[in-house]
Nanobody
């Protein structure tokens, strides 16, 4: 099973940007599906975006046009570029994959003025 470690979170003001990273314990080249989820305080974990091995992308409506998912197989890393952040994007962000059996610790993103 592939282990994933998230990083890149922080405290930003509304309208600013952040890039999250998700580093895998082994090659991601053959992983079919990689995803980002998030969990806001007091809410259930929700799906944010997916990237497939062949590059097919899907986004939740709440982030479409603002977030961009990508993956770099050479670096065994997936990214989430988050632009025009809003307070409602505040959450712990998790990456996951079709080759992973467990969840990582996540990375906290806080959007506040």
């Amino acid at each position: 099973q592939v282990q994933l470690v998230e990083s890149g979170g922080g405290l930003v003001q509304p309208g600013e940007s952040l890039r999250l990273s998700c580093v895998a314990s082994e090659s991601i080249f053959s992983i079919n599906i990689m995803m980002w989820y998030r969990q806001a305080p007091g809410k259930q974990r929700e799906w944010v975006t997916t990237i497939t091995r062949v590059g097919f992308l899907t986004y939740a409506d709440s982030v479409k046009g603002r977030f961009t998912i990508s993956r770099d197989s050479a670096k065994n890393t997936m990214y989430l570029q988050m632009n025009s952040l809003k307070p409602e994007d505040t959450a712990v962000y998790y990456c996951h994959s079709s080759a992973s059996a467990s969840w990582g610790q996540g990375t906290q993103v806080t959007v506040s003025s």
